[in-house]
């Protein structure tokens, strides 16, 4: 399996801008999460999906934050407008919930960069 | 407030000796607790486990200890290598957090040789 596939790995845009991050789970996985990693904060969790709906959107900072998973090998994360802050590495996650308990495969990350 | 934490940013150990993470924790409804590894540029990859239910999981060079009663876990590495160098991320779940998991925030490894 190919594991999960983020994309684009990296992007630099400029504070108003609308930044949309793809992530594409492993196929049959049920579950998809969506982190954020800064140095202050840590990994954070954003959103969770099971069976392309979503469970937990209580990360998620604000309402210029949204998520997506419109099928069961694609979802994305949007924001708009994009604020300096905003500035980290996005990873996405998957994992099945009936095999290794918790067990999360992370894909290589977006390091978003808005100037 | 910070459910899991790491309270070491860092740690430096010489090649061949044990390496030794710690990691605390305060939700006492956590009942499950992981480990993950982190190279530069890639995603955090799954290292070893523990169920609530043992005090130790053991895989290779790696050994998982949880002291419950303290709310206390720590990861041993034996022997440390140089690739062993990452950052590594203690992670916690419970029965009612379906599959969300609860980061610390890191400890950076460096093994010199």
């Known amino acids: 399996d190919a594991g999960v596939i983020q994309s684009p790995r990296h992007e630099v845009t400029e504070m108003g801008q609308e930044v949309t991050l793809r992530c594409k789970p492993i196929?049959?996985?049920?579950?998809l999460f969506w982190y954020r990693q800064t140095m202050m904060r840590g990994l954070e969790l954003l959103i969770y999906?099971?069976?392309?709906?979503?469970?937990?959107d209580s990360g998620m900072p604000e309402d210029r934050f949204s998520a997506k998973m419109p099928n069961a090998s694609f979802s994305t994360l949007k924001i708009q407008p994009s604020e300096p802050r905003d500035s980290a590495v996005y990873f996405c996650?998957?994992?099945?919930?009936?095999?290794?308990?918790?067990?999360?495969?992370f894909g290589p990350g977006t390091r978003l960069t808005v100037t | 407030d910070q459910q899991v934490k790491q309270n070491s940013p860092s740690l430096s150990v010489q090649e061949g000796r044990i390496s030794i993470l710690n990691c605390d924790y305060t939700?006492?409804?956590?009942?499950?607790f992981l480990w993950y590894k982190k190279y530069p540029a890639e995603g955090p990859t799954f290292l070893i486990s523990?169920?609530?239910?043992?005090d130790k999981n053991e895989d290779g060079r790696f050994t998982v200890f949880l002291n419950k009663s303290a709310k206390h876990l720590s990861l041993h590495i034996v022997p440390s290598q140089p690739g062993d160098s990452a950052v590594y991320f203690c992670?916690?779940?419970?029965?009612?957090?379906?599959?969300?998991?609860?980061f610390g925030g890191g400890t950076r490894l460096m093994v010199k040789p």
């Open positions: 996650a998957s994992s099945l919930s009936y095999r290794v308990k918790y067990e999360q495969y």
């Open positions: 196929s049959g996985h049920d579950y």
């Open positions: 999906f099971n069976n392309n709906v979503p469970i937990d």
């Open positions: 939700n006492s409804m956590f009942d499950y």
């Open positions: 523990i169920s609530s239910i043992k």
């Open positions: 992670a916690a779940s419970g029965y009612n957090a379906g599959n969300m998991l609860t």
